[in-house]
């Protein structure tokens, strides 16, 4: 309990500049994570710029920010594209455990271990979607019944996991996955990643919230700048549709593979030739 109080204040040491930077990244999260998700991209890198605030505690934070950016645009989403709830929310709800699982293992294994994993991964994603320009242009469901429920609740878990353990770009493995092994159109894939998102983050939050992780004022005042910014991101994509959500889409995988693959560079490649 003294560690929980303890964190439900603002980080000590943390300057007005540095503050207004953080909130300026997680408006921005907020309106990338609507679109096509890959907020962490910017609002992680800017919590690690806060003093003295650990890796675990800066993804605790994260989470508590992002659940308040994706709650908006799932709504938004939710009235003005009526997204198929029968698959949604049974894949929100393993999302949520596999999440809960991958946060109780983030503190015992490096980042660095699954970096380059996910920058291959993001190359392999980003090369498919340009080689074929018409997917997710349309709803064509793969399959239907118990193995279109089977092989959503499959992603659910698997990338529910991924976002407790380390995060940046679920929202865009949640997206390709329905387009390319569901058939979704991308902006329906992009209404129901917003309910699944909303689950992963709780599933984390359940985990570092007992366990002193969550700077509350911090993570509050996150969550309002991503409220904004998931509100215009939502209202936006809904209305310029699945070919505007595709490109974004390209943006943020090759901002991704830039971001980790510096990440993977500098931690794992660089030491090696010094």
Not at 3 to 28: C, I, K, Q, R, S
Not at 180 to 208: D, H, M, P, R, W
Not at 213 to 224: D, E, I, K, R
Request: proline residues 4%; hydrophobic residues 55%.
């Amino acid at each position: 309990m003294t560690d929980l109080l303890a964190l439900d204040v603002l980080p000590d040491g943390l300057a007005t500049t540095t503050l207004v930077l953080v909130l300026l990244a997680g408006l921005a999260a907020g309106f990338i994570d609507a679109v096509v998700g890959g907020g962490g991209l910017v609002q992680l890198p800017a919590l690690l710029l806060v003093p003295g605030i650990s890796p675990v505690e800066a993804l605790a934070t994260n989470k508590l920010g992002s659940i308040a950016g994706t709650t908006t645009s799932a709504v938004t989403y939710y009235r003005r594209v009526r997204p198929d709830l029968r698959t949604a929310l049974p894949m929100a709800a393993v999302a949520l455990v596999g999440s809960f699982l991958g946060a109780s293992v983030a503190a015992l294994l490096p980042a660095e271990v699954f970096k380059p994993i996910i920058v291959v991964a993001l190359v392999g994603i980003g090369a498919f979607t340009v080689l074929r320009p018409s997917l997710g242009d349309v709803t064509a469901l793969r399959h239907t019944g118990r193995r279109h429920h089977g092989t959503a609740a499959a992603i659910g878990a698997a990338i529910g996991f991924y976002d407790g353990i380390l995060g940046p770009g679920t929202g865009s493995f949640l997206v390709f996955a329905m387009v390319s092994l569901l058939g979704y159109a991308f902006l329906e894939a992009s209404a129901k990643a917003k309910i699944v998102n909303c689950a992963t983050n709780l599933g984390a939050l359940l985990f570092f919230v007992p366990h002193g992780s969550v700077y509350w004022g911090l993570g509050l005042l996150l969550g309002a700048a991503n409220m904004v910014g998931g509100y215009l991101g939502a209202r936006t994509a809904t209305a310029r549709g699945s070919g505007f959500i595709r490109i974004a889409f390209l943006v943020v995988v090759t901002a991704l593979v830039a971001r980790l693959g510096w990440d993977v560079w500098e931690e794992n490649l660089r030491p090696l030739l010094d």
